[in-house]
């Protein structure tokens, strides 16, 4: 009864060193809101996307080999970057053009799923992708609501802390800008209660 506990016991040891190893976008915290809810300015930086249809959840799935085989070496170069961290997703107008499958013009609403590159890299020296669904671009310095919490990757699960951040920006009178960020923090094999999961609004 005890072996297969080791898994678990390996996971709760290793899980926030592993956290603490990747490396994420920096930010300066401007200030904090109730329910934990963190105003956060964000310098740019430079990720690789993709463009897919159906929701986050499904398009994320798909979307982590695409973008995984870019930062391992599928570019021109074959240059390698380390993982980082967070892989974020956020829903699309339906009017966009999907870039997957390559034939589809256009489908009804889909999802934008993206891989933060390292410190350093610039949109100029960036390696381009070999396979055309990966479009490089400098995500612009903003200014973010963020909401963080635990728990499985679901619609449940986001849509509670998604009304959480909206209820306290209303309360402070900030007003949030487009659709909302779903970011991620860890590995499928990460138990669900040491999982990190933000959502990011944009303020400004």
């Known amino acids: 009864m ?7 016991l390996f996971a709760l040891l290793l899980a926030p060193a592993m956290v603490r190893a990747i490396e994420e976008p920096p930010y300066e915290l401007l200030r904090t809101l109730e329910e934990g809810v963190e105003l956060r300015r964000y310098p740019g930086y430079v990720v690789a996307e993709v463009v897919l249809p159906g929701p986050p959840l499904t398009a994320g799935n798909q979307a982590f080999p ?3 085989g870019y930062i391992f070496g599928k570019n021109q170069g074959e240059r390698r970057y380390e993982m980082t961290a967070p892989v974020t997703l956020r829903a699309e107008p339906s009017t966009l053009p999907m870039t997957a499958p390559v034939t589809t013009e256009a489908v009804p609403g889909g999802s934008r799923v993206q891989f933060v590159l390292p410190r350093g890299v610039r949109l100029a020296d960036a390696p381009l992708p070999l ?4 479009q ?3 995500e612009p310095a903003t200014v973010r609501a963020v909401i963080r919490y635990s728990g499985f990757w679901s619609a449940a699960n986001d849509g509670e802390h998604t009304d959480k951040l909206r209820a306290a920006l209303a309360r402070a009178g900030l007003q949030a800008q487009g659709e909302p960020v779903l970011a991620r923090y860890n590995g499928p094999l990460t138990p669900w209660f040491l999982r990190r999961n933000e959502v990011w609004l944009k303020i400004e």
Request: glycine content about 0%; hydrophobic content about 55%.
């Open 2 to 8: 005890r072996l297969p506990l080791l898994p678990l």
């Open 66 to 68: 695409i973008l995984a």
């Open 131 to 134: 396979d055309p669904r990966v």
């Open 136 to 138: 490089l671009r400098e």
